[in-house]
């Protein structure tokens, strides 16, 4: 919170009728902020549009592009945030959060929207320690979010990071569904695929970037897992550690004697990692939940299985050359909306070359950075019973060890953490990778062919800079791609640095590290940075 509060408007501050109260939290696009109606001395929430990766705000409260090169990522996301507050104040839903009015100021934007009491659904469950019984769970809470939820798919939205901390529960009982910081327009006028700001456990594989287009489907994933939250007592495995065969206790076991199998049939359909076998809509959703028959979903491009590769080792030192900032930005952005392209299609997947840079490797087997001694040196060893050779025995050639290979480990070094929760970690950081490079790989063939909606992905840049954060107690974690190339190189295809933070307790450590990949799951760590 310290973060925000470095760049948030100070308590006091007045926006037109409405003055600063306290900051709410905060987000890649902006800060939120508790509010006072001055005239009608009431409670508002205000959502301020602040993109922190590339923007700044100055000694007057107004908010800048930090340089020239950022002046039009700028503008483009003041104008999705325009577009979005426009599109949430069309409809009143009594579950949705309601937009009251949109202003200018600060030569930036603001939402303000109605204040809620109440606790977010992750605090309100601490205080049902014996679970929730079905009928409130789905009479009270899943059949008015889905009721709301339909409205928002009606206009054309996607909500994309529905989890139980964006799930209102107001003081009355009611739920209301929040934080739409990360929603984006789907249908026929919308880009195939988009990016999102990832929250591990209730997002769907498609969006990390990884196969199929986003739709209802996908937020009723989310949703589903929320669901699964409340009926487990904990959040479903993520979607990429699914994808590589990871297990999850399928909700009709978790909650059997608890809550009626067909309810819980439904929740696993929809968490179905196919987004064909999902519900497609609310309305679907609601069927299930009824008992009907699902149909034979056809969503957009069915899920593909990717696995990680076995590991390989690039023979190659290509040269880190480093582009603008601002082309760096745009390829990283542009891209996301065009979709998985490799992966999803049958012709581009299968022109791709055999595992690479591996036949002429050379390097300490062992991995210790030791030096290897010869095999027959060794057996003459053994047959003297020393360590050392026989007396008559010619010199031995000096050997030099191989520096140490970089570890992408070493950060958790000395950390008292579970192997299940380093194995969670390690799927994040190939989600991270697999996110760029599939979506670099889509948006160099839109380009190629004359892709129509090339200009209007460039919206996509400001998320995909951002990375996302994950957490499985005791540890949590961020994950963010800078600097990435494309070298289009046999040795290195993609050569990206990952920032990566870990936290653990009260300790914190950061640390960049260099990769060469060409799907983000057959990763070559080059170099690795100190550990802050």
């Avoid at 908010?63 to 949430?88: H, M, Q, S, T, Y």
């Avoid at 009015?101 to 109605?114: F, G, K, P, Q, S």
């Avoid at 009260?506 to 060469?516: K, S, V």
Wanted: hydrophobic share 40%; glycine share 10%; net charge negative.
């Amino acid at each position: 919170m310290a973060e925000a509060r470095g760049y948030a408007l100070p308590v006091g501050h007045e926006l037109d009728d409405f003055r600063i109260v306290s900051v709410l939290g905060q987000g890649g696009f902006g800060i939120t902020y508790k509010a006072t109606d001055v005239r009608l001395e009431r409670a508002v929430a205000i959502k301020e549009y602040l993109p922190q990766q590339f923007a700044d705000r100055g000694d007057d409260c107004t908010v800048l592009p930090r340089d020239g090169n950022d002046r039009e990522l700028f503008d483009w996301g003041l104008k999705r945030f325009i577009d979005e507050a426009r599109a949430l104040a069309k409809f009143r839903h009594p579950n949705i959060i309601a937009v009251i009015r949109y202003l200018e100021a600060n030569r930036t934007a603001y939402l303000v929207m109605e204040y809620e009491e109440g606790r977010n659904l992750e605090d309100w469950l601490q205080g049902h320690p014996n679970g929730v019984a079905e009928e409130v769970l789905v009479e009270r809470i899943l059949l008015p979010l889905l009721a709301g939820l339909e409205k928002v798919h009606d206009k054309g939205l996607l909500h994309r990071d529905i989890k139980p901390e964006n799930v209102f529960i107001r003081r009355d009982g009611t739920p209301v569904l929040i934080d739409f910081g990360a929603s984006r327009a789907h249908g026929t006028d919308a880009t195939a695929n988009l990016t999102s700001l990832i929250s591990a456990g209730y997002s769907p594989f498609e969006q990390y970037g990884g196969a199929g287009r986003q739709g209802p489907w996908s937020d009723l994933y989310a949703l589903a897992g929320t669901l699964y939250r409340v009926i487990a007592g904990q959040k479903p495995a993520d979607a990429i550690a699914r994808h590589q065969g990871g297990s999850l206790i399928p909700a009709v076991e978790a909650g059997r004697g608890r809550y009626t199998k067909t309810f819980l049939s439904a929740v696993d359909q929809a968490l179905s990692l196919d987004p064909a076998k999902r519900p497609q809509n609310a309305a679907e959703f609601r069927t299930l939940l009824k008992g009907g028959a699902p149909r034979t979903a056809v969503a957009g491009s069915e899920a593909t299985q990717v696995r990680r590769a076995p590991a390989t080792r690039f023979s190659g030192k290509p040269r880190r050359g480093r582009g603008p900032l601002w082309l760096g930005l745009a390829v990283l952005g542009v891209l996301a909306a065009a979709g998985l392209l490799v992966f999803t299609q049958p012709e581009l997947r299968d022109r791709l070359p055999a595992p690479f840079g591996s036949s002429d490797v050379t390097e300490a087997e062992t991995g210790s950075g030791q030096a290897q001694v010869p095999d027959t040196l060794a057996d003459e060893a053994a047959a003297t019973g020393s360590g050392l050779p026989p007396a008559d025995a010619e010199p031995a050639t000096v050997v030099e060890a191989e520096p140490a290979a970089p570890d992408e480990n070493a950060i958790l070094r000395g950390l008292a953490i579970p192997d299940a929760v380093r194995d969670f970690r390690d799927n994040q950081i190939s989600g991270a990778l697999l996110a760029y490079v599939s979506n670099k790989t889509a948006f160099d063939s839109c380009r190629e062919s004359g892709c129509a909606e090339l200009p209007s992905l460039m919206t996509r840049v400001q998320e995909a800079l951002e990375g996302y954060e994950w957490d499985r107690p005791p540890v949590s974690g961020s994950i963010r791609i800078i600097q990435p190339k494309r070298l289009d190189s046999e040795d290195c295809p993609f050569m990206l640095d990952l920032q990566e933070t870990v936290s653990l307790a009260d300790e914190q450590r950061r640390q960049t590290r260099t990769y060469c990949t060409r799907n983000g799951f057959d990763r070559a760590l080059q170099s690795a940075g100190q550990i802050e």
